[in-house]
């Protein structure tokens, strides 16, 4: 099964913008759009429609921030989801010694929050809210079904 690939809307009047390039990039997003599609309370959705710009603290300098979705809902609620591993939304935990795993998960980490606070006064300044939602969201919602089977321990193979 892909990662990514091309979604489409069974409800394409719901979507807003070109209803043939929606595109995921994880399994997550697949069935967080799928969920937008069907779910009668929403009114309509998109992804990667609003692009927001962001002060990266790293190099500070202006980035440009694909939201994953904006969903309107029937009670006039606007938001703006962002989903992400929920290790994604946790500082790294330091191991001792500065590894390039532990600098790079480290600058991804600034650069959520960068963008997710953007995102925040982007979606506050709009009367819109601004969510995180993680597997842990997805799965508690029953947007993403549970793991079924568990993983098989990892074995070397023979040459």
């Keep these: 099964m892909a990662y990514s690939g091309k979604y489409k809307p069974k409800n ?4 807003t913008g070109d ?3 929606v595109v995921y990039r994880s399994l997550w997003e697949k069935h967080a759009f799928k969920w937008c599609d069907t779910n ?4 309509n959705w998109s992804s990667e429609e609003v692009v927001i710009p962001y002060l990266w603290e790293v190099d ?5 921030y694909f939201v994953d979705l904006k969903v309107k809902f029937n009670n006039g ?3 703006l989801i962002e989903i992400k591993p929920d290790k994604q939304t946790r500082p790294p935990a330091y191991q001792g010694r ?5 600098i790079s998960e480290s600058m991804d980490y600034v650069k959520n929050q960068n963008k997710w606070k953007a995102a925040d006064n982007f979606a506050k300044d709009r009367g819109w809210k601004f969510v995180v939602w993680t597997e842990n969201t997805l799965e508690r919602m029953g947007i993403k ?3 079924t089977k568990p993983l098989k321990p990892y074995t070397k193979r023979k040459k």
């Excluded at 394409?12 to 979507?15: D, G, I, S, V």
């Excluded at 500070?60 to 440009?64: D, F, I």
């Excluded at 500065?98 to 532990?102: D, S």
């Design 145 to 147: 079904p549970k793991s």
């Design 98 to 102: 500065k590894t390039k795993r532990y």
């Design 60 to 64: 500070k300098r202006y980035h440009r």
């Design 19 to 21: 209803y043939t390039k």
């Design 77 to 79: 609620e606007t938001w």
């Design 12 to 15: 394409p009047k719901k979507y």
């Design 40 to 43: 009668p309370a929403v009114i």
